[in-house]
Protein backbone atom coordinates (compact mmCIF):
# COMPACT_ATOMS: atom_id res chain seq x y z
CA UNK A 1 0.00 0.00 0.00
CA UNK A 2 1.91 3.10 -1.01
CA UNK A 3 1.14 6.18 1.16
CA UNK A 4 2.73 8.95 -0.85
CA UNK A 5 0.48 9.27 -3.77
CA UNK A 6 -1.59 12.57 -3.02
CA UNK A 7 -5.25 11.90 -3.20
CA UNK A 8 -7.11 14.28 -6.06
CA UNK A 9 -10.22 12.58 -5.97
CA UNK A 10 -12.63 9.18 -5.45
CA UNK A 11 -10.82 6.16 -6.12
CA UNK A 12 -12.23 3.95 -9.36
CA UNK A 13 -13.18 1.21 -7.31
CA UNK A 14 -14.72 2.68 -3.97
CA UNK A 15 -17.69 1.46 -2.43
CA UNK A 16 -19.59 3.19 0.04
CA UNK A 17 -22.07 1.50 2.87
CA UNK A 18 -24.31 4.26 4.10
CA UNK A 19 -25.45 4.80 7.73
CA UNK A 20 -29.19 4.96 6.68
CA UNK A 21 -28.44 1.21 4.74
CA UNK A 22 -32.49 0.90 4.03
CA UNK A 23 -32.34 3.45 1.64
CA UNK A 24 -29.60 2.74 -0.20
CA UNK A 25 -31.83 -0.87 -1.06
CA UNK A 26 -33.98 -1.15 -3.53
CA UNK A 27 -37.19 -2.73 -2.33
CA UNK A 28 -38.90 -3.81 -5.17
CA UNK A 29 -35.56 -6.06 -6.51
CA UNK A 30 -34.84 -9.14 -4.41
CA UNK A 31 -31.95 -9.03 -2.20
CA UNK A 32 -29.64 -10.78 -4.89
CA UNK A 33 -30.73 -8.60 -7.21
CA UNK A 34 -29.35 -5.60 -5.23
CA UNK A 35 -26.46 -6.92 -4.52
CA UNK A 36 -26.15 -7.86 -8.10
CA UNK A 37 -26.68 -4.51 -9.53
CA UNK A 38 -23.19 -2.57 -9.41
CA UNK A 39 -21.92 -5.39 -10.52
CA UNK A 40 -24.36 -5.30 -13.78
CA UNK A 41 -23.00 -1.51 -14.32
CA UNK A 42 -19.62 -2.71 -13.49
CA UNK A 43 -20.22 -5.14 -17.03
CA UNK A 44 -19.29 -8.32 -14.67
CA UNK A 45 -20.05 -11.57 -16.85
CA UNK A 46 -23.23 -13.15 -15.84
CA UNK A 47 -20.95 -16.47 -14.12
CA UNK A 48 -18.79 -14.39 -12.18
CA UNK A 49 -21.42 -11.80 -10.91
CA UNK A 50 -23.23 -14.90 -9.48
CA UNK A 51 -20.39 -16.26 -7.64
CA UNK A 52 -19.56 -13.02 -6.57
CA UNK A 53 -22.88 -12.28 -5.42
CA UNK A 54 -23.21 -15.93 -4.02
CA UNK A 55 -19.79 -15.57 -2.02
CA UNK A 56 -20.87 -12.04 -0.55
CA UNK A 57 -24.07 -12.98 0.88
CA UNK A 58 -22.40 -16.27 2.40
CA UNK A 59 -19.92 -14.59 3.55
CA UNK A 60 -22.57 -11.74 5.86
CA UNK A 61 -24.73 -14.87 6.40
CA UNK A 62 -27.50 -14.34 4.24
CA UNK A 63 -26.94 -16.59 1.82
CA UNK A 64 -30.75 -18.04 2.55
CA UNK A 65 -32.03 -14.59 1.95
CA UNK A 66 -31.58 -14.05 -1.92
CA UNK A 67 -34.84 -14.44 -3.04
CA UNK A 68 -36.44 -12.00 0.05
CA UNK A 69 -36.54 -8.19 -0.54
CA UNK A 70 -35.27 -6.28 1.57
CA UNK A 71 -38.53 -5.10 3.60
CA UNK A 72 -38.77 -8.56 4.20
CA UNK A 73 -35.56 -8.09 6.56
CA UNK A 74 -34.73 -6.89 9.81
CA UNK A 75 -32.69 -3.97 9.83
CA UNK A 76 -29.38 -5.71 10.81
CA UNK A 77 -30.06 -8.23 7.71
CA UNK A 78 -30.95 -5.49 5.61
CA UNK A 79 -27.51 -3.16 7.07
CA UNK A 80 -25.70 -6.88 5.74
CA UNK A 81 -27.39 -6.56 2.35
CA UNK A 82 -25.65 -3.37 2.13
CA UNK A 83 -22.28 -4.70 3.12
CA UNK A 84 -22.84 -7.62 0.58
CA UNK A 85 -23.46 -5.80 -2.29
CA UNK A 86 -19.66 -3.45 -1.07
CA UNK A 87 -17.90 -6.66 -0.57
CA UNK A 88 -19.26 -8.61 -4.10
CA UNK A 89 -18.19 -5.24 -6.18
CA UNK A 90 -14.46 -6.14 -4.71
CA UNK A 91 -13.80 -2.10 -3.88
CA UNK A 92 -9.98 -1.15 -3.44
CA UNK A 93 -11.39 1.14 -0.75
CA UNK A 94 -14.22 0.63 1.39
CA UNK A 95 -16.02 3.26 2.85
CA UNK A 96 -18.60 2.81 5.81
CA UNK A 97 -20.68 4.87 8.15
CA UNK A 98 -21.07 3.02 11.28
CA UNK A 99 -21.92 -0.24 9.88
CA UNK A 100 -22.20 -2.29 12.44
CA UNK A 101 -24.96 -0.25 13.82
CA UNK A 102 -27.82 -2.51 13.68
CA UNK A 103 -25.82 -6.04 14.14
CA UNK A 104 -25.62 -8.49 17.33
CA UNK A 105 -22.35 -8.63 18.65
CA UNK A 106 -21.58 -12.17 17.02
CA UNK A 107 -22.17 -10.76 13.45
CA UNK A 108 -20.53 -7.62 13.99
CA UNK A 109 -17.46 -9.89 14.96
CA UNK A 110 -17.97 -11.98 11.99
CA UNK A 111 -18.36 -8.68 9.37
CA UNK A 112 -15.35 -7.47 11.07
CA UNK A 113 -13.52 -10.30 10.00
CA UNK A 114 -14.06 -9.90 6.60
CA UNK A 115 -12.49 -6.31 5.80
CA UNK A 116 -9.15 -6.96 6.67
CA UNK A 117 -5.83 -8.10 4.71
CA UNK A 118 -5.24 -11.12 6.93
CA UNK A 119 -5.80 -15.08 6.45
CA UNK A 120 -9.57 -15.55 5.02
CA UNK A 121 -9.62 -18.25 7.70
CA UNK A 122 -9.69 -16.46 11.35
CA UNK A 123 -11.73 -15.36 14.31
CA UNK A 124 -11.54 -12.36 16.34
CA UNK A 125 -8.91 -13.40 19.13
CA UNK A 126 -6.76 -14.80 16.72
CA UNK A 127 -6.69 -12.27 14.27
CA UNK A 128 -6.12 -9.44 16.75
CA UNK A 129 -2.63 -11.16 18.21
CA UNK A 130 -1.49 -11.40 14.38
CA UNK A 131 1.58 -8.77 13.74
CA UNK A 132 -0.19 -8.14 10.20
CA UNK A 133 -3.44 -7.00 12.05
CA UNK A 134 -0.98 -4.53 14.37
CA UNK A 135 0.50 -3.19 11.33
CA UNK A 136 -2.57 -2.23 9.68
CA UNK A 137 -3.91 -0.93 12.53
CA UNK A 138 -0.98 1.17 13.31
CA UNK A 139 -0.99 2.32 9.67
CA UNK A 140 -4.89 3.61 9.86
CA UNK A 141 -3.72 5.54 12.80
CA UNK A 142 -1.22 7.13 11.41
CA UNK A 143 -3.54 8.41 8.34
CA UNK A 144 -5.97 9.70 10.98
CA UNK A 145 -3.02 11.49 12.43
CA UNK A 146 -1.90 13.14 9.70
CA UNK A 147 -4.76 14.37 8.40
CA UNK A 148 -5.81 16.11 11.57
CA UNK A 149 -2.11 17.73 11.34
CA UNK A 150 -2.78 19.61 8.14
CA UNK A 151 -6.58 20.51 8.88
Not at 100 to 108: H, K, L, P, Y
Request: proline content about 7%.
Amino acid sequence: MRVDVPVTGPPLRMAVVFQEYARSLFPWMTVRENVELPLKEKKVPAGRRRDLVHGSLSAVGLGDAADAHPWQLSGGMQRRVAIARAVAYQPQVLLMDEPFAAVDAQTRADLEDLKVDLPSERDQLTTRSLPRFGELRGHVYRQVQRARERR
